[in-house]
């Protein structure tokens, strides 16, 4: 059986959605912290253990039976290395065969103002390695799903206006990150490896505003402000902390050039090329 950790999640819904159409339900197993969340997969036969990744009492029971576990990253960033590590325990002590870990692939993460929680997800990295479990680690770059907190609802009526610079993303789908999870944790071959799952090429905010402008029909101007502006602006607009810190950090990261890693791993565990950056837009967007 698979354990799917952070089910209620958009990550761990897209790499089930996957698993469920190469094993069957019986195969799955979905952790998730509230039973109202979690009635879609039980809907589909998913079989669901309660449990946060703050209780080692009820991870312990969530392990049984279970072979592989994909343990999807906490969104806690408090708690981030304590919530890993009890997973990471429990699989242990569960006997579980391999964990898939997925993290976030970014460079130079110590000069990051994220560098907290960046530093926790690599310490988690360093716990899997010495657990002595059978493992991978998946670096997930930042999700084009992810563009609308940044460029904001009214996106194609107002332009962009985020202080990204040219800073280079390599975009991708969290759905096709959740598929080459799936693939990882049905296939063999990818133990002890780390893989940094991005798209083949890095774009900037600009493009992502030209492609918006041509796919929509409408002028989509970008303008890229002083970071301390941009912040002032969130507070000023009733944006609240730690929101607007957060959101700030993230876009820092982007302006520096922290996402710009390029590399095939996501089209070798897809086994096709990622959807471009016209593609994903038009996805994410519906346009
Ligand atoms: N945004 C990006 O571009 C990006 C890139 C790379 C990685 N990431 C990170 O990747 C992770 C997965 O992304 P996502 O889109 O799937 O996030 P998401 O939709 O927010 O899902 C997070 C999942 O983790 C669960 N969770 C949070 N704290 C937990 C705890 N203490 N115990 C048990 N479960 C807990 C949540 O449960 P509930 O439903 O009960 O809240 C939810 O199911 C997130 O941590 C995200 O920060 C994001």
New binding site residues.
Partial sequence: MILV??????????AIDHLLTRVGPDRVVA????EA?AAPLRARAVAVRL?????PAALAHAMDGVRKVLL??????G??LT?HQNVIRAAEKAGVEHVVY????VRDSDASPMSPMLTALLRTEDHLRSSGLTHTVL????????LP?FLGADVLERGIDLPAGDGRIP?AL?RE??EAAANVLLQDGHEGKTYELTAPEAHTIEDVARVLSERSGKPVPYTSPEPQEFTDGLRAAGVPEPGAALLSA?VTDMREGRYDIVTRDLEDLLGRKPASLDASLREVYRL
């Fill in positions: 950790t952070g089910a209620t999640g958009n990550l761990a819904a897209a952790l998730a912290r509230s969340k449990g946060d990744y703050g209780d999807v990253s906490s969104n806690d960033h708690n981030l919530h997925t993290g976030t692939a670096r997930n770059t930042m999700y084009t799903d992810a907190v975009f969290r990150m959740g993230f």
